[in-house]
Each structure stands twice: as C-alpha cells, then as structure tokens.
C-alpha cells in the first residue's frame, strides 16, 4: 500500500512512528454485523472477533475488515461472502434451486477443515468453540471461510490439557465432555466438525424437533449407522439421489463416526481430518456418477414448504433405529424454554447446559442429569466459572 514504506510516501514523523501516504481503498462489498446489545452476545464476544480475527489471517477464515466503537453502537466489518452461510445453502434451498452436490459439499468439509486445522496447529492454538453451517460462509466458488470468532478461546498452555470455561455454544453442536465438564480442548471442535459433516452426508440439521423423536438428534439417529456401509443408503441424503462415490461417502461417514467419539481421544486431529478428506477429493469408483453434477429437485407445488430433513425418505423406520440407536434417558422431551420451533434450537444458549442436553451415552446421562454428585452440579463447574471470555 505504501509501495514498501517508500521514502517518496512519507508524509511526515511523530511520537507513534512515521506516517505514510497510501494509495486508498478500492471499493468493495462488504457485510457490517451491528451489536445488538439486547441479543445473546455481548460486549467481549465483540472484542474476542476482534482480537482473534484482527490477528489470525487465512485463506479459511473470513477477513475482518474493520471495525467501529461508537458510543453504544459497535459494529463490525467483514469481506462479503456471496453465498451467504453453509446454512442457508444445505437447509433453505427451495424446491427450485439446487442442492449442494456431493464433490461441492466435500469441497466445503476440506476449507472449513482447514479453517479449523489452521487454528488448531497455530503457535497458540485456538479453539473455535462455534463451529456450526451458520458460521460457515461461502465464496462465490464455494470456497469455505469460518466467520464469528465471539466465542473462540486460547488452547491449553504449557503442561495444561484443558482449559475450564463456562460452557457456551450451540445446542446439537457441543462436544459430550464439553457440555458435561466445561472442559475444552481442541477436540470439543473435530466433534462439532463431526456434527457439520454429518449434517453435509444427510441433509438434516443437527437438531430438529419438527422431525420424529428418536431423530430429532442427528447424531443419536445416524452415528449407530455410519460403520455400516449397507446402512448408508438409509443415511445420505436423499436429494443426492445416489449421485456420489459410494466408497468415498463411506469414508467420509466413517471419519464423521471418530469425530464424533464420545470421548475425546480416539478423535483424530483436525490435520489428520484435512488429509483423509484430501484423498477423497475426486474419489470415483464405477457406480458413481461424475463429480459436479447438479441435482434438480422437481418442485411439487402443492406440498408446502417443510424443512428437507422432514420426508423421511432414505432414513429407515423409527422400530428399526430403535434397536440400533443408543436412546438415552427417561423419555421426557427437554428443549430449551426459549425455543421458538426449528430456528430456536440451533442459536446460542450459554448455560448449563447440563439439563438442555440429550446424551448418547446413557450412563452418562443416568451420571449427569440425575444432579446430586455429579460434577456439572457442582456450583464451581458452571456457576462460578473460573474463566471466561
Ligand atoms: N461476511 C458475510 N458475508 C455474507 N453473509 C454474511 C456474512 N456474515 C454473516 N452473513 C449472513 O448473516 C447471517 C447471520 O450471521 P450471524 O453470525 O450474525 O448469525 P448466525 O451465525 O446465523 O447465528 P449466531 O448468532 O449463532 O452466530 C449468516 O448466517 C449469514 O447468512
Ligand atoms: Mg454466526
């Protein structure tokens, strides 16, 4: 911009330092997220954007361009994102548009991959602690960029494993031992990673409670089913109408099946995520169609419109999954108070989270959720944090 800090551009020198000449900005589009200072996110997860994106630059994380402190009006400044959220793309797509093709959907899971791996692996790692398809945003090539860094938090340092925090994140997309615990690692974001590539291999969204109960929980419906390769059909989405790789789509459940662990460690590390689904890039094997097809859904027009995860198709009968899935708990419906149907369930909450939370291992749902001992119960673990943002 100052073509080196050339000599020619120098305006002049004061206490800061020297002052230069540059040659202005070019115009370009760009999203401006205003603070709502009634919403869920506060003042510090305002700073955290700007800390973390003020000094983290990547080809998959989103570009902060600016920001402005006003008074009570705060406001940030991003590169715009044509495509808008990974959201939007897998789940708002009307009856007329087409639906996200396999190669592209893997395409999207290996940026934000790197994305995540980028942060894991630098100097000081950072965990995400929000990944989820509405803080991926899309380029106009699909290019994948994590955006809202209001959340995100130094990793352990020196002989720590773990840092303690008040748990915050979103419902369907927190690691088990996380929500349990408040302890964060870098693995809590490859099971949320688990979660986002579940929800590319089916089309469903994390969590929904428009669907049937026992599928209301992705993870609980489809985790069981992902190391059989018969069971896949009954898994991948159905508007793919069978258009990928066979062996590369099992793959790729099989990889969502160790993120998604119950336990960290047989988790593997977001680096070893990115080179599993590099080699699956262009995977092709005699039943699959070309890679980049697009799939037209026909529209019927008198069906309303309903969320896609809803038809059923491809995804087994409820007596079935029964068996298979591992249920937790008493039978009783936990939602979050402030639901307001679908959209509800994938917002923020900061809590405990403890009482919000199915969990797919009964034991330690019998552990958790029944208070008395057990440790999210005890005042320190979530009332009193000893760190947060
Ligand atoms: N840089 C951007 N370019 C284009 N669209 C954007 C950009 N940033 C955000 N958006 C759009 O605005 C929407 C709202 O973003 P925002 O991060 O405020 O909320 P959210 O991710 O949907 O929910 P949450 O409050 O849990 O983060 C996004 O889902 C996306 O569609
Ligand atoms: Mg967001």
Not at 86 to 96: A, D, I, K, W
Not at 125 to 130: G, H, M, S
Not at 225 to 243: A, I, S, T, W, Y
Not at 246 to 255: F, N
Request: a neutral charge.
């Amino acid at each position: 911009m100052t073509q080196n800090f050339a000599r020619i551009n120098l305006l002049g020198e004061g206490g800061f330092g020297p002052v230069y000449k540059g040659p202005g900005l070019k115009a370009q589009p760009v999203a401006v997220k205003s603070l709502d200072l009634e919403g869920l996110q506060g003042h510090k997860e305002w700073m955290a954007e700007i800390i973390f994106l003020g000094q983290l630059q990547h080809p998959h994380l989103v570009k902060l361009i600016g920001y402005c402190y006003e008074e009570e009006q705060r406001v940030l400044i991003y590169e715009y994102m044509p495509r808008g959220s990974l959201e939007n793309q897998l789940f708002r797509s009307t009856g007329y548009t087409a639906t996200l093709p396999w190669s592209t959907r893997m395409k999207i899971a290996i940026g934000a991959a790197r994305g995540l791996a980028f942060l894991h692996e630098t100097e000081k790692p950072v965990i995400y602690r929000d990944f989820k398809t509405s803080n991926i945003l899309l380029d106009s090539d699909y290019t994948a960029k994590l955006s809202d860094f209001g959340l995100a938090k130094d990793g352990p340092e020196g002989e720590e494993t773990h840092v303690i925090t008040r748990v915050m994140g979103t419902q369907g997309y927190a690691a088990p031992e996380y929500v349990m615990t408040g302890h964060l690692t870098t693995m809590s974001d490859v099971y949320s990673f688990g979660v986002v590539l579940l929800e590319l291999l089916t089309g469903k969204r994390s969590m929904d409670d428009a669907r049937p109960y026992r599928e209301q929980s992705l993870v609980e419906w489809a985790r069981p089913m992902l190391k059989d390769p018969n069971k896949l059909d009954r898994v991948m989405d159905p508007r793919l109408e069978g258009q990928y790789s066979r062996s590369g789509a099992h793959k790729a459940a099989l990889l969502a099946y160790k993120c998604l662990s119950h336990h960290p460690k047989p988790r593997p590390t977001m680096t070893n995520v990115v080179a599993l689904l590099d080699s699956l890039q262009g995977f092709q094997d005699e039943d699959a169609f070309a890679s980049g097809t697009f799939v037209y859904i026909v529209p019927n027009e008198n069906a309303a419109v309903r969320p896609v995860s809803d038809d059923g198709k491809g995804s087994g009968s409820g007596a079935d999954e029964e068996g298979e899935g591992k249920r937790s708990g008493d039978g009783r419906r936990r939602r979050n108070p402030r639901q307001h149907g679908n959209r509800g369930l994938r917002h923020r909450i900061k809590l405990p989270l403890s009482h919000l939370v199915t969990y797919s291992d009964p034991a330690l749902y019998d552990t958790f959720s029944n208070g008395g001992d057990s440790p999210v119960s005890t005042p320190t673990s979530f009332r009193k944090p000893k760190e947060q943002l």
